[in-house]
């Protein structure tokens, strides 16, 4: 039996020794938002937050968890209320199929909790790890920057919306 | 139940899906436009219910293009009714019309010109059941917001009005479209519908169903092509905890869990037990563009000009190189199987519910109307990867564990070694030039694999190869021209006098190979816009000129001068050390949208990167549904090719595919992605919709070559442009 404090809420859970965090995430609790994508830290697609860092869900037992803080994309926001991050994403557009986009946010949320206005150069050391493979990466950047100036940090960012040309 | 359980899993705001009825066969309406020649009948694409809301049906799939927010858009802009009315379901056999794949950037150009046309011929059929309600003239009643209303203020509902239309009725021709100059929705960047929840963890994807009772599966792969299943020991396996079946028929072996980890424990210790025979060997990987040169092919002439002009005064040659490469989806293919007595559901993220419900009928031998192929989101695919076959595999196994939903994820290995690859390729140019610096004479060969192995078939599904029966792959065929598959794009645009272009296909395929986004156009467009600039510096002419003079579509004139002038377009301005300027034109197909693609790279001379700085593109896709969408796509296109362009190989051994992972596989990362990619849309209100999808791959791809080839003042040209091939040119 474990406890994990998953978005602020203990759960008890009769798990395997060896699973990892994201089989119990969407398997036992039933969450969506982290994905899998290889199983081997390679990706991203998996990441959540374990007190205030970005890791691979995909890699980190459950079982060395207890009395941690796990977040997850479900944590930061609800369609009808997003979270900054969340919401900078939607006025970005920033997706295009999308599988990526959860283990994204978690990975940039854990970066403007450390560094509320990151430089591009930082947004890109920080989002390394995190594949998108159809190349949503310059939205995705823009969509950082965005929330990181939303949260009263940053600089503008760069004009998103250019005018159609008649 | 199932169906239920889905809606509520995704149910979205908006209309009940009414009158539910199967589309009939389709009658041929030559006259027609788009997919409304193959399903003529209205009630096959729009649906008004009671409540006036709308529900449009598709045969195509969203695949992460954005095609369910544009389709939404020309239904709510033709009906007059907000986009929040507008409901669309997705291909479904059970639901909406066989519209094929979703593939070769068709979708806006077939359905979306179905359901535009679909759209205004029922608001003018609502307009004249109000008409002859109200006893008033068609043309003095007005439309808007799901009602008509005539001068003296009296108005009633589509709802109301609707219940009169036969849903048997058909489309007629005739152009009913609005006035592009009156559009308030179409051309406008509405938010893609999609997006919140997949920002949020929403259930958006066939990977996050959760089906009442749902059971977990992994399938163990034979290690290579064509390895069979010598021995077994499957009882630890058995005794594992929550495992509740071993599946074997012949060698294709699965274990069904529970839950999802019990079911990836079982399969890593099945895999460990199972021994198999060595499969067939694949080809050496050192000497594979030799391999394929030399196997048997068929030429096919697609284009032969000859006209009586003097001979050039110069000649240039060159061959390119491609390797194979993989689609890389993020997310492993997945698929849910049910089996409820006689008849088989299967949640797919296939792009074709139609021909996979075929292949699966054929794999099972069960009749196709006992199956119905739903159409569920994945993970982006860019062409034929898994899904398919992942359908299959649900298929198989929702038969060996019956009344039960069966979910199937394939491992990041599994995928990476057996999802059909784009082939390798091989392209030989050569050109005389006259003293006037214009080219006179024109020869290309390009030499290819089949670039479709779609199903059809139970042979095109891997599960079937490894039956007690194993199913026999169909002989692959060549797609012909217009399109084209390894000869798409292989006739240039360029006006030559002599022309000559043969596309040899090959049938013998060494490696796994189909679909992938562009098809032959990546190589075909790399290789002949390599090629012009090749030509451009022997005629010493500048690239954007020299392309111009040989050039008299407006339309592709327009793209290039646009993306020229964006970028800055000046080949005599300086520009900083090892950096370097490319360009590229192409129409995608030659009938789908323009792009022209302008680039600044540079190149590290000690480590051999590359790097891209900046791109402008320019983009014609015809009249523009949703500028965000098209930029979007456009954008990720472009990322996508230069991480092809760049990086991408696959790497295997006589033995197996040894790109198992993304180690083994890397693809461009956010360090290495451009600092800026702006893409400039033209806007063709009223002309036809021109797929985009694709359109920017080809021509990225050669943008770079040349800009590399620019910076380093040498050409490599063999793909991808890679670290270490660049250093050793470079060092050479
Ligand atoms: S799924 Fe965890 S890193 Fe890929
Ligand atoms: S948006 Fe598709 S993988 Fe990133």
């Not at chain 1, 965005?146 to 940053?154: D, E, F, K, L």
């Amino acid at each position: 039996m474990i406890s994990l404090n998953v978005n602020g809420t203990i759960h008890h859970l009769d798990v395997d020794p060896n699973i990892p965090l994201l089989y119990v995430l969407r398997d036992e609790l039933g969450l969506n938002g982290a994905k899998f994508g290889c199983g081997l830290g390679q990706c991203g697609a998996c990441t959540v937050m374990l007190d205030g860092q970005a890791i691979f869900s995909c890699l980190t037992p459950a079982i060395v968890l207890e009395g941690r803080q796990i977040r997850t994309v479900e944590g930061l926001g609800t369609v009808e209320q997003p979270g900054v991050l969340q919401q900078a994403f939607i006025d970005e557009q920033a997706a295009q199929c999308g599988y990526c986009i959860a283990g994204m946010i978690m990975r940039a949320q854990a970066l403007l909790e450390r560094n509320p206005s990151p430089t591009d150069a930082e947004i890109r050391t920080q989002m390394q790890p995190n594949l998108c493979r159809c190349g949503t990466h310059m939205r995705i950047i823009v969509a950082i920057k965005r929330a990181s100036q939303a949260m009263g940090h940053a600089a503008l960012p760069a004009a998103a919306v250019k005018e159609v040309v008649r | 139940m199932t169906e239920i359980s889905r809606r509520k899993l995704f149910a979205t705001a908006g209309a009940l899906v009414v009158a539910f009825s199967l589309p009939g066969e389709a009658e041929t309406n030559q006259k027609l436009p788009g997919s409304l020649s193959s399903e003529p009948r209205l009630s096959g694409w729009i649906r008004v219910d009671a409540k006036g809301d709308i529900t449009v049906f598709t045969g195509k799939a969203e695949l992460g293009q954005g095609i369910r927010t544009a389709l939404t858009q020309l239904a709510a802009e033709q009906l007059d009714v907000a986009p929040a009315r507008v409901t669309v379901v997705t291909a479904d056999t059970g639901q909406t019309a066989n519209e094929g794949y979703t593939a070769g950037s068709h979708s806006m150009q077939d359905s979306g010109t179905a359901i535009v046309n679909a759209s205004a011929e029922v608001r003018s059929l609502l307009v004249e059941a109000a008409a002859a309600r109200l006893g008033l003239p068609a043309a003095s009643l007005s439309t808007q917001d799901g009602r008509v209303t005539a001068p003296d203020g009296r108005s009633l509902g589509y709802g109301e009005l609707a219940a009169a239309l036969s849903p048997d009725r058909s489309a007629t021709p005739g152009n009913r479209l609005k006035d592009p100059k009156a559009h308030k929705v179409m051309g406008q960047s509405l938010q893609r519908v999609d997006i919140p929840a997949k920002v949020t963890g929403g259930a958006a994807y066939v990977q996050d169903m959760r089906l009442p009772g749902m059971v977990h599966a992994r399938i163990i792969r034979p290690p290579s092509y064509g390895a069979t299943l010598l021995e077994l020991d499957s009882a630890k396996v058995e005794a594992m905890p929550g495992v509740l079946k071993v599946v074997r028929e012949g060698s294709y072996l699965a274990v069904i869990a529970e839950k999802e980890w019990q079911a990836v424990v079982a399969m890593r210790s099945l895999a460990g037990a199972a021994k198999w025979n060595a499969g067939r060997a694949l080809p050496d990987p050192a000497t594979i563009f030799d391999t394929i040169r030399a196997l048997p092919s068929r030429a096919i002439v697609i284009r032969d000009d000859q006209a009586n002009v003097a001979a050039g005064t110069r000649s240039v040659s060159a061959r390119y190189l491609r390797p194979y490469g993989m689609h890389g989806s993020i997310g492993p293919s997945c698929a849910i199987g049910l089996m409820q007595g006689d008849s088989l559901t299967v949640w797919t993220h296939t792009q074709g519910v139609y021909p996979d419900r075929q292949a699966i009928a054929a794999l099972l031998k069960m009749p196709q109307a006992k199956i119905r192929c739903i159409h569920v989101e994945g993970s982006g695919c860019y062409g034929h990867n898994g899904a398919d076959d992942a359908a299959g595999d649900a298929a198989l196994l929702a038969r060996a564990m019956p009344e039960r939903p069966v979910r199937v994820q394939w491992m990041r290995e599994q995928e990476n070694t057996w999802e059909p690859y784009t082939p390798a390729m091989v392209t030989e140019a050569s050109a005389a030039l006259d003293a006037s610096g214009r080219i006179v004479d024109w020869q290309y060969g390009v030499w290819s694999n089949a670039h479709s192995t779609r199903p059809g078939g139970a042979g095109e599904l891997i599960a079937g190869w490894s039956l007690p029966e194993p199913t026999i792959p169909s002989a692959p065929v060549p797609i012909p021209q217009p399109e084209g598959g390894g000869d798409r794009n292989a006739i240039p645009l360029y006006n030559v006098p002599n022309m000559k272009v043969v596309s040899h296909f090959i049938p013998e395929m060494p490696l796994r190979v189909s679909a992938m986004r562009g098809l032959g156009a990546y190589m075909n467009v790399f290789s002949i816009e390599s090629f012009m600039h090749e030509l451009a510096e022997a005629a010493g002419a500048d690239q954007v000129a020299f392309r111009l003079k040989h050039l008299s579509d407006p339309r592709a004139r327009d793209v290039i001068n646009l993306a020229a002038e964006r970028f800055g377009w000046n080949a005599a301005a300086p520009l900083a050390k090892d950096h370097g300027r490319g360009f590229a034109f192409a129409r995608y197909k030659n009938l789908a949208a323009y792009a022209a693609v302008a680039v600044e790279v540079s190149v590290d001379r000690e480590s051999g990167l590359v790097r891209v700085i900046r791109a402008d593109i320019a983009v014609d896709s015809g009249e523009v549904v949703n500028p965000d969408g098209i930029r979007n796509q456009i954008q990720g296109g472009f990322v996508q090719s230069s991480s092809w362009t760049l990086v991408e190989e696959l790497r295997w051994s006589t033995a197996a595919i040894t790109s198992r992972d993304w180690g083994g596989y890397p693809i461009l990362r956010f360090q290495n992605v451009p600092q800026s990619v702006t893409v400039h849309l033209i806007d063709r209100p009223g002309l036809p919709f021109l797929g985009t999808g694709e359109a920017a791959q080809g021509p990225t791809a050669a943008a770079i070559a040349n800009a590399v080839a620019d910076a380093a003042k040498l050409r490599v040209r063999q793909l991808p442009l890679s670290p270490t091939r660049m250093k050793a040119a470079l060092s050479a």
